[in-house]
């Protein structure tokens, strides 16, 4: 069963959260697309905080370094997007349409590999086929860019609903995983077994003979 990116809820509930709150923004805010680029470094320097303060708190071994490293890159790429915004904000559709090209595949990989476990149909994979074709749109960007941001935010809004109905399965089919593939409990030996276990019930009868 194929699950890479479902190993937790924790982080597909996020990504989904995620790309519906950036979809509401990109349908509905003004000049949606420079805000998206400001949340998103806002989003970078949250992150890199979190990470610095999680090297610290947990110094073991290369662990500190790690996420020092981490935490530089994600302020580095924050403070590029918040002092360049408007230079971002014109390639956010294209980028948009790439992320949901990589995750619609993924979800789409992932809903067929659990269909036989949670009985799930073919159905089911219309909203990451969507998701996939949307970001392939997106990425030929023929409209004008109010338009294509009202559009990929919609686009994001399927995808983010279809993450959550894939986490769903995923957590199903690893259920039903546990319970086909589970080790069947021993039967308890029987009187019989125990003595030949003991070596008792294989004894062999021993003739005595009575000595005068």
Same mark, same amino acid.
């Given at each position: ?48 905080f979190v990470s610095l ?10 662990l500190l370094s790690l ?29 948009? /349409?790439? @992320? *949901?090209?990589? #995750? +619609?595949?993924?979800? =789409?990989?992932?809903?067929?590999? %659990?269909?036989?476990?949670?009985? $799930? ?31 990929? /935010?919609? @686009? *994001?809004?399927? #995808? +983010?609903?279809?993450? =959550?109905?894939?986490?769903?399965? %995923?957590?199903?089919?690893?259920? $039903? ?36």
């Amino acid at each position: 069963m194929f699950t890479f990116g479902y190993k937790t809820k924790f982080s597909s509930i996020l990504r989904a959260l995620a790309a519906i709150g950036i979809g509401l923004v990109m349908v509905f805010g003004n000049n949606a697309p420079l805000t998206v680029v400001r949340i998103v470094a806002c989003f970078l320097f949250a992150a890199g905080f979190v990470s610095l303060v999680f090297g610290f708190a947990y110094r073991k071994g290369e662990l500190l370094s790690l996420m020092i490293t981490n935490a530089a890159v994600d302020v580095l790429l924050g403070l590029l997007l918040f002092l360049f915004p408007a230079q971002v904000a014109g390639f956010i559709v294209y980028l948009i /349409g790439v @992320l *949901l090209i990589l #995750y +619609g595949v993924l979800q =789409l990989i992932v809903l067929a590999s %659990v269909m036989n476990l949670v009985g $799930a149909r073919f159905t089911s994979l219309i909203f990451s086929i969507c998701a996939v074709i949307g970001g392939v749109f997106l990425l030929f960007n023929p409209f004008t860019m109010k338009i294509m941001s009202i559009i990929s /935010g919609c @686009l *994001l809004l399927i #995808y +983010g609903i279809s993450e =959550l109905f894939s986490t769903w399965q %995923v957590d199903k089919a690893k259920k $039903a995983y546990e319970i086909k593939f589970a080790p069947k409990p021993k039967e308890p030996a029987s009187e019989t077994d125990k003595l030949d276990a003991s070596g008792i019930g294989q004894a062999k009868e021993v003739d005595y003979r009575k000595i005068d």
